[in-house]
């Protein structure tokens, strides 16, 4: 599972495996950075060579990549979306699916709560993962939660069999995405 936290100066991925008991384990981390001093075509090559590179490295079975969502200053979620579409357009390449999370997706997966701050979900990925330290910088510790977010995702996880290995966190997250549901009116 490969996990993309996009963001144009700084581009998280993450890579993590099933294990058994529903634990997860790390596989590899990093950021692919862009420099803001040169063209935006320019960077967004730096950041595609890199998606490419990881891909090709670590041949992930499906890609997860955090949603864009709105926000005020408009050239960082031009620059966001734009970095989501290169991961998406790597994986589509090599046949790879994708899954998209938004951040209260990702949040609920790893804490339990949509609401959870960002130093929580960082807590939560390093004791998920069974790390000494929370991975640095930030995007690296998000792409991480964005992945173990798929490997969690609630519609894999809700068969009769397995509901009762659900931990906390996913069992609220599950709920979430059902309120979520029913709230659109489809099941």
Request: positive net charge; hydrophobic residues 50%.
């Amino acid at each position: 599972m490969l996990g993309v936290d996009p963001g144009l100066t700084r581009c998280g991925i993450g890579v993590v495996d099933s294990q058994s008991g529903r634990r997860a384990q790390l596989v590899a981390v990093g950021v692919a950075m862009s420099p803001p001093d040169i063209s935006v075509d320019q960077r967004l090559l730096l950041i595609a060579d890199e998606l490419d590179r990881w891909m090709d490295l670590h041949v992930p079975d499906i890609v997860a990549v955090e949603r864009v969502f709105a926000q005020h200053n408009v050239s960082t979620v031009m620059g966001t979306a734009q970095v989501a579409g290169l991961a998406m357009v790597a994986a589509a390449r090599r046949g790879v699916p994708v899954a998209m999370h938004t951040p209260s997706e990702v949040k609920a997966a790893v804490t339990g709560s949509g609401r959870a701050g960002k130093e929580q979900v960082q807590r939560m990925v390093a004791n998920i993962l069974g790390l000494a330290e929370v991975p640095k910088p930030a995007d690296a510790a998000d792409a991480l939660a964005i992945a173990i977010c798929q490997l969690w995702r609630p519609a894999a996880l809700l068969d009769k069999a397995e509901r009762f290995a659900l931990t906390p966190a996913q069992k609220a997250w599950a709920a979430a995405e059902q309120a979520a549901r029913r709230a659109r009116g489809t099941r």
